[in-house]
């Protein structure tokens, strides 16, 4: 049984949903809808991925672009198994009674509200949350980075309460009218931010503060962390247990990756599609413990990190494979671990 899997909305996300589903040998890609003939259109169409219109009006354009559709979105609905939606806030939600319509399950993305789905999902967190269900939104990548970091220390030691500053990218390399150019905002200036009670929408009992500023960076963000948990640990011990971790990245002491500017060149040295970081990065040195107080810094990236996720939560609500199976088979196929 192949899933067939469609991607309404083909930028940062999208693309790489798309490549990621095409990677797979339990599913099958059989289109992306896009709303312009843009540069990623025409990469797409030299990837052997069908077209389709996202909305009908501009479908005349693809033509003039030199691009021929396989129909308009509706249609790749009406088709698909699934569909990823991947479009900008707020659409995913408009999109929700096209895919009802058509009886066509769909996973939403973290820009929407949680009650756009029936599950908030994080594979390694609340896999089991997913199955069978209709709707489902993967959280953002700052809660998805959040998630793979609180799950093992809940599970391990229990977490008394969680305290993040996240130190947030301005906009994504290609996003040119985001910012601040040059200025360090406090953001949301509102404390706590809303992105404690996002990680509670996978773990509805934790308590969670948390506090966002924006900088001038496209890079990633970057997590100073505080965990107080319910015993006291060492840090050697809370080390072994992230190294152990498939999607946590711990980077070894004596590497020279002192920020986010080197995880990157290390991605793009290694060969990794677009530079990718599909994994939390922690700093091994900067894993510090006081009693029951743990501190860590972590490297999230924005633009993959929430991939693999989008491919587990196909399986999920398939009930196709458990939870180890499908993590280990989605981070085979793209190259997850390091
Ligand atoms: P993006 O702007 O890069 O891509 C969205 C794409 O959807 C664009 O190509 C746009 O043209 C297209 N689009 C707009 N309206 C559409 C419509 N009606 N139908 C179909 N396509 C439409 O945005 P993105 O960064 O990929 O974000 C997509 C979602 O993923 C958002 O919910 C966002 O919050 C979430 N997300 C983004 C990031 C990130 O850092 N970029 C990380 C995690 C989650």
Same mark, same amino acid.
């Given at each position: 049984?192949?899933?067939?899997?469609?991607?309404?909305?083909?930028?940062?996300?999208?693309?790489?949903?798309?490549?990621?589903?095409?990677?797979?040998p339990?599913?099958?890609?059989?289109?992306?809808?896009?709303?312009?003939?843009?540069?990623?259109?025409?990469?797409?169409?030299?990837?052997?991925?069908?077209?389709?219109a996202?909305?009908?009006?501009?479908?005349?354009?693809?033509?003039?672009?030199?691009?021929?559709?396989?129909?308009?979105?509706?249609?790749?609905?009406?088709?698909?198994?699934?569909?990823?939606?991947?479009?900008?806030?707020?659409?995913? !939600?408009?999109?929700?009674?096209?895919?009802?319509?058509?009886?066509?399950?769909a996973i939403?993305?973290?820009?929407?509200?949680?009650?756009?789905?029936?599950v908030?999902?994080?594979?390694?967190?609340?896999?089991?949350?997913?199955r069978?269900?209709?709707?489902v939104?993967?959280?953002?990548?700052?809660?998805?980075?959040?998630?793979?970091?609180?799950?093992?220390?809940?599970?391990?030691?229990?977490?008394?309460?969680?305290r993040?500053?996240?130190?947030r990218?301005?906009?994504?390399p290609?996003?040119?009218?985001?910012?601040?150019?040059?200025?360090? &905002?406090?953001?949301?200036?509102?404390?706590?931010?809303?992105?404690?009670?996002?990680?509670?929408?996978?773990?509805?009992?934790?308590?969670?503060?948390? &506090?966002?500023?924006?900088?001038?960076?496209?890079?990633?963000?970057?997590?100073?962390?505080?965990?107080?948990?319910?015993?006291?640990?060492?840090?050697?011990?809370?080390?072994?247990?992230?190294?152990?971790?498939?999607?946590?990245?711990?980077?070894?002491?004596?590497?020279?990756?002192?920020?986010?500017?080197?995880?990157?060149?290390? !991605?793009l040295?290694?060969?990794?599609?677009?530079?990718d970081?599909?994994?939390n990065?922690?700093?091994?040195?900067?894993?510090?413990?006081?009693?029951?107080?743990?501190?860590?810094?972590?490297?999230?990236?924005?633009?993959?990190?929430?991939?693999?996720?989008?491919?587990? !939560?196909?399986?999920?609500?398939?009930?196709?494979?458990?939870?180890?199976?499908?993590?280990?088979?989605?981070?085979?196929? &793209?190259?997850?671990?390091?």
């Amino acid at each position: 049984f192949m899933i067939r899997v469609g991607v309404n909305g083909y930028g940062t996300i999208g693309k790489r949903v798309a490549d990621a589903v095409e990677a797979q040998p339990d599913m099958e890609l059989i289109g992306v809808a896009k709303t312009q003939p843009n540069f990623e259109a025409h990469t797409a169409v030299e990837r052997g991925y069908p077209m389709y219109a996202a909305i009908p009006e501009r479908s005349p354009l693809f033509a003039e672009a030199g691009i021929d559709i396989a129909g308009e979105v509706d249609e790749l609905v009406a088709e698909a198994d699934v569909i990823v939606d991947c479009t900008p806030s707020g659409i995913g !939600a408009q999109n929700r009674e096209l895919y009802e319509t058509h009886h066509t399950p769909a996973i939403f993305q973290g820009g929407e509200d949680s009650d756009v789905a029936d599950v908030s999902f994080n594979a390694r967190s609340n896999f089991d949350a997913a199955r069978d269900a209709d709707y489902v939104r993967v959280v953002s990548c700052n809660t998805t980075g959040l998630s793979r970091i609180i799950a093992p220390l809940e599970e391990e030691y229990g977490v008394d309460k969680v305290r993040a500053t996240l130190v947030r990218r301005g906009g994504d390399p290609g996003q040119n009218s985001r910012g601040p150019i040059n200025d360090i &905002l406090p953001n949301p200036i509102k404390v706590p931010s809303h992105h404690g009670p996002d990680v509670k929408t996978i773990f509805p009992d934790l308590e969670i503060d948390t &506090l966002g500023l924006k900088v001038p960076a496209t890079l990633m963000h970057v997590h100073a962390l505080n965990v107080t948990l319910e015993d006291d640990v060492t840090g050697a011990h809370v080390r072994q247990l992230l190294e152990g971790e498939d999607r946590v990245y711990v980077i070894p002491e004596g590497l020279g990756i002192d920020g986010a500017g080197k995880l990157k060149d290390f !991605a793009l040295d290694a060969g990794r599609p677009r530079g990718d970081m599909w994994e939390n990065c922690v700093w091994g040195e900067s894993i510090g413990v006081n009693g029951r107080d743990l501190y860590l810094f972590q490297a999230i990236h924005q633009e993959s990190d929430v991939i693999p996720e989008n491919i587990d !939560a196909i399986r999920a609500m398939f009930d196709t494979e458990d939870k180890r199976d499908s993590m280990e088979l989605t981070d085979r196929t &793209l190259g997850v671990g390091i």
